[in-house]
């Protein structure tokens, strides 16, 4: 069975702090880990996804295998990145599993 | 974006009542999916479908049934409302699971069951 967990239902920082969101998983064989943002009442847009090792808006992910951790992170917050945020996990099979994801609040 | 519609957008409905729901993809992908989305349980898979007429159960598919009959539309239909049901639903789309393959959703339908 492959799970994913995210720790926090809300976090809060303020514009210009680091920002952490904390995802982890549970999947035997080897996973594609992702994260998605979706911003106020619109469509899950895919933000990043480990194989491509790719920063987007500021924001940055390191698959860690021995934690089973794909936190994401960005250095400094801005207002604009208020959002949910969620995790997901692809195993070998077709399906796509998310956390319950993270709702994150930069305030000014 | 890839090219995914849904509809109805927004529909509120009866106890008791047949709802479909339409998703229609534009970019020939293989794979479809129908999620919900709902407070403190983030989205959960009901169905997928990985062909024509290929379809599979997910880990909230009772009091569902979906249809593939063609390669564009994956129908959601929910037999007799409940309020239960009440939620936001999205599809999905993805052309294959090969490495780096990446799931797009479309827009969302919010069903009200009252």
């Known amino acids: 069975a492959q799970r994913v967990t995210q720790p926090e239902k809300l976090l809060s920082v303020f514009k210009g702090a680091p920002v952490e969101l904390k995802c982890n998983y549970s999947?035997?064989?080897?996973?594609?880990l992702f994260w998605y943002v979706q911003y106020s009442r619109q469509r899950l847009q895919l933000l990043l996804r480990?194989?491509s090792r790719e920063s987007i808006k500021g924001f940055t992910a390191d698959l860690n295998k021995g934690e089973t951790s794909f936190h994401l992170k960005k250095p400094f917050a801005q207002e604009e990145d208020s959002a949910m945020y969620y995790c997901?996990?692809?195993?070998?099979?077709?399906?796509?599993?998310f956390g319950k994801g993270t709702l994150l609040t930069v305030n000014p | 974006d890839a090219g995914i519609t849904q509809s109805p957008r927004h529909k509120v409905t009866e106890t008791g009542t047949p709802v479909t729901l339409r998703c229609h993809q534009t970019?020939?992908?293989?794979?479809m999916y129908w999620y919900r989305q709902d407070p403190g349980h983030g989205l959960r898979l009901i169905h997928y479908?990985?062909?024509?007429?290929?379809?599979d159960k997910g880990e909230v598919s009772d009091g569902y049934s979906v249809s593939r009959s063609k390669t564009e539309d994956f129908l959601l239909t929910l037999e007799s409302a409940t309020s239960s049901q009440t939620s936001v639903y999205f599809c999905a789309i993805s052309d294959g699971t090969g490495s780096g393959n990446t799931i797009y959703f479309g827009e969302g339908s919010w069903l009200t069951v009252v």
């Open positions: 970019e020939n992908h293989r794979y």
């Open positions: 999947y035997s064989g080897s996973p594609e």
């Open positions: 480990h194989i």
């Open positions: 479908s990985y062909g024509v007429k290929d379809t």
């Open positions: 997901a996990l692809k195993g070998s099979n077709y399906k796509l599993t």
